[in-house]
């Protein structure tokens, strides 16, 4: 059984930080591109950060220099280390696990960046 579990999400004050994991089972993790994406009320969901299988990362622009994306192929799991959190940042935030014809879901972590 596939399961994609987020943690780590919270409250947070304008320019705090968090880092949010991912921890990844019932499937061959290190051969699937990880990432995030993020919704909030009313917006679409959106890519907020990639980690291919390859070893190559890429960002959106709202993050780029804020956020990093990590992966542990060890330990299965997936990293989002944000800093310099504003309240534009406030959404549910989603793991996502993606191979040729196959995506899988995490259940999502809010996380709210408010004073």
């Known amino acids: 059984q596939v399961q994609l579990v987020e943690s780590g999400g919270g409250l947070v004050q304008p320019g705090g930080s968090l880092r949010l994991s991912c921890a990844a089972s019932g499937f061959t993790f290190s051969s699937y591109a990880m990432s995030w994406y993020r919704q909030a009320p009313g917006n679409e969901r959106e890519l907020v950060a990639r980690f291919s299988r390859l070893g190559f990362t890429n960002y959106a622009d709202s993050v780029k220099g804020r956020f990093t994306i990590s992966r542990d192929n060890a330990k299965n799991t997936l990293y989002l280390q944000m800093n310099s959190l504003s309240p534009d940042d406030t959404a549910v935030y989603y793991c996502?696990?993606?191979?040729?014809?196959?995506?899988?879901w995490g259940q999502g972590t809010q996380v709210t960046v408010s004073s």
């Open positions: 996502n696990a993606r191979d040729v014809g196959t995506t899988y």
